[in-house]
């Protein structure tokens, strides 16, 4: 599914200065894994992320995604339904005013036919647990619960690949739980 072959990420900081992120990654993660990537701050893991779904491009090296190079700019819109990603902060992630649009954004965004569009919302809801939800304000729910939303709202897209950036960082320690057991139960 994720094959990195050599992948080297150099940014450039506000000096000038190169800043090597990644300096040679290889990597292969075969469909149903579940991998778990760690490491301490600045280490390179976000920047890894990124990659996987050509939301940046490899300074050199190569990154494939089920077969498809994401420096190939025709595959961009194949890779990014491929592969979801779910980010640290659930407030950056939620888009509408209640739990079903918002699960149902993204689905519209990308053109899923309209009569398909609830049944997906329901199943989304149901596979991270939050059906009874549904008709709730985003906002006024915990932490924990609004990841939830925002995993739902990836699920909704049906991704073969799914990668969590560090989704329980601004969580409490149930809100941790929460999403822990759900990435388990997925
Ligand atoms: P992690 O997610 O493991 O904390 P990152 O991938 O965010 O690590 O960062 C890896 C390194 O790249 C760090 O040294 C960070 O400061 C640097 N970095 C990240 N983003 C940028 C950027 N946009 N410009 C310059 N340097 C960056
Ligand atoms: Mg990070």
Not at 57 to 73: A, I, N, Q, S, Y
Not at 79 to 105: C, S, W
Not at 109 to 131: H, W
Request: charged share 25%; proline share 5%; aromatic share 4%.
């Amino acid at each position: 599914m994720i094959s990195i072959k050599n992948l080297k990420h150099y940014y450039t900081d506000a000096d000038g200065n190169e800043v090597r992120a990644l300096d040679g990654v290889s990597l292969e993660i075969k469909q149903g894994e579940f991998v778990a990537v760690i490491g301490a701050n600045g280490s390179g893991k976000s920047t890894l992320a990124r990659h996987l779904n050509a939301l940046l491009l490899p300074t050199d090296g190569t990154v494939l995604v089920d077969g498809m190079d994401t420096e190939d700019e025709n595959k961009m819109w194949d890779i990014r339904q491929k592969v979801g990603m779910v980010f640290q902060n659930p407030d950056n992630q939620i888009v509408a005013a209640i739990v079903e649009e918002d699960v149902a954004f993204g689905p519209e965004n990308i053109g899923v036919p309209g009569p398909e569009i609830p049944q997906r919302v329901a199943d989304s809801l149901a596979a991270v647990g939050m059906t009874e939800y549904a008709k709730h304000a985003p906002h006024l729910l915990s932490g924990g619960q609004k990841q939830r939303v925002a995993i739902a709202g990836i699920l909704a897209l049906q991704p073969e690949c799914i990668v969590l950036d560090e989704p329980t960082a601004m969580l409490d320690p149930q809100g941790r739980k929460e999403i822990v057991g759900t990435v388990r139960k997925l």
